[in-house]
């Protein structure tokens, strides 16, 4: 059966799009028929797949406005290993297209259905804010998957994505919940991030996953080259987290 994982976060900047690529590359390179779903505008996810966003004929943009299938938007992120719905530009405007139209927060929900069942894993990077394109994504999301900065902020912002998830439940999806939060870019030798971590656990206990991404420079450089830090440098720190992140969550989904 299908584990669909939404990756969210409001706050920019905490590793949601490094997460969605390496996780992805890391779950393909296990065997696992995986897909990752572009839904930022930027399309930093799209570039880190190896696929130029600019090139591009369909998107996310157009699945979303039921122009074209998601099968039609569907490619395959060679450098990775795994299936990609891509993004570009053209979905910053469809938050504004998509507000007359019926059943606006599950239109990605809706036409997901059609492919869901050649896959194992769906992930989505969701855009840093509480939009209507990261609402689309925690409606068709089974859990949400919160990576954070162990820092003071990254606290208070939590607590906001946890009353979205609660309402998006009330409201929208009620089966959605919280699958985990992983601590990313994490330095031990910053005393405020062993804090800050040590609170997490104390909280959320096995909310938190084990496995902790550190602060790696071959994760920084990876986009680069348009692959998963699997492919740029196996052995970093920062590849093999995300390879044991992937063996947690498939343990956890057997």
Partial sequence: MVKILAIANQKGGVGKTTTGINLAASLAIAGKRTLLVDLDP???TTMGSGVDKRILRYTVYHALLGEQSITDVRITATAGKYDLI????DLAGAEVEMVSLAQRETRLKVALQTVKDDYDFILMDCPPALNLLTLNGLCAAQAVMIPMQCEYFALEGLSDLVNTIKRVRANFNPTL???GLLRTMFDPRN???KQVSDQLQQHFGDKVYRTVI???IRLAEAPGFGVPALFHDKFSKGAQAYLALAK???EAAA
């Fill in 42 to 44: 930027q399309g930093n």
């Fill in 86 to 89: 891509p993004a570009n530009q």
């Fill in 177 to 179: 919940k919280i699958e």
């Fill in 191 to 193: 005393v405020l991030a």
């Fill in 214 to 216: 550190p602060r790696n």
């Fill in 248 to 250: 947690e969550i498939m």
